[in-house]
């Protein structure tokens, strides 16, 4: 197996309708859209391609996932999990413990305040740089996160990893 780091990009779904209704099932709204579409652009950009997705059973995850695919033109194996439905840091360790396999990179799409959480967490100890004063200064809607990881999947754990990149997609952003 390669010794390059694995890379996890844990991403926040984007904006969402208000509540009406069940949260689960709250779908995109048109900016929430193109902000996913210019997410997809960025990751193809930087030519980060998901062998594992591991996505909420949300619609607005899944919307997410499906627009950001259709932009970048990548997809992958996508493992729709319950459990990272508004899922704890925990829980979303134990998810991508479980289910990352021998995965290079995996894409965990997912909620606040988790997603947020676990970049911090996986983070911890990293020196201060802009990568992590931008996880800490806040995740906003259709936020992605790289993390390298140089543990096997199944060590994953607090101050594992370092977040090398994080960006906010806007579709109005001209970079």
């Given at each position: 197996m390669s010794s390059a780091?694995?890379?996890?990009?844990?991403?926040?779904?984007?904006?969402?309708?208000?509540?009406?209704?069940?949260?689960?099932?709250?779908?995109?709204?048109?900016?929430?859209?193109?902000?996913?579409?210019?997410?997809?652009h960025w990751l193809r950009e930087r030519t980060i391609v998901a062998d594992v997705v591991l996505c909420?059973?949300?619609?607005?995850?899944?919307?997410?996932w499906a627009a950001i695919v259709a932009a970048s033109g990548e997809g992958a194996l996508v493992a729709h999990d319950q459990r990272i439905y508004n899922a704890s840091v925990d829980t979303l360790l134990s998810v991508v413990r479980e289910e990352a396999g021998h995965a290079r990179t995996v894409v965990?799409?997912?909620?606040?305040p988790g997603i947020p959480g676990l970049a911090a967490v996986l983070s911890e100890g990293q020196p201060y740089d802009d990568a992590t004063r931008a996880v800490e200064s806040g995740f906003p809607t259709c936020t992605a996160a790289v993390i390298e990881?140089?543990?096997?999947?199944?060590?994953?754990?607090?101050?594992?990893?370092?977040?090398?990149?994080?960006?906010?997609?806007?579709?109005?952003d001209s970079a």
């Open positions: 780091p694995r890379r996890l990009v844990v991403i926040r779904h984007a904006k969402a309708a208000a509540p009406d209704g069940s949260d689960h099932e709250r779908p995109l709204v048109d900016s929430g859209i193109a902000d996913a579409t210019a997410l997809g909420s059973t949300a619609v607005r995850t899944r919307e997410t965990l799409v997912g909620h606040s990881v140089d543990v096997p999947w199944s060590k994953l754990s607090a101050g594992t990893g370092r977040v090398v990149a994080v960006h906010t997609a806007r579709a109005d």
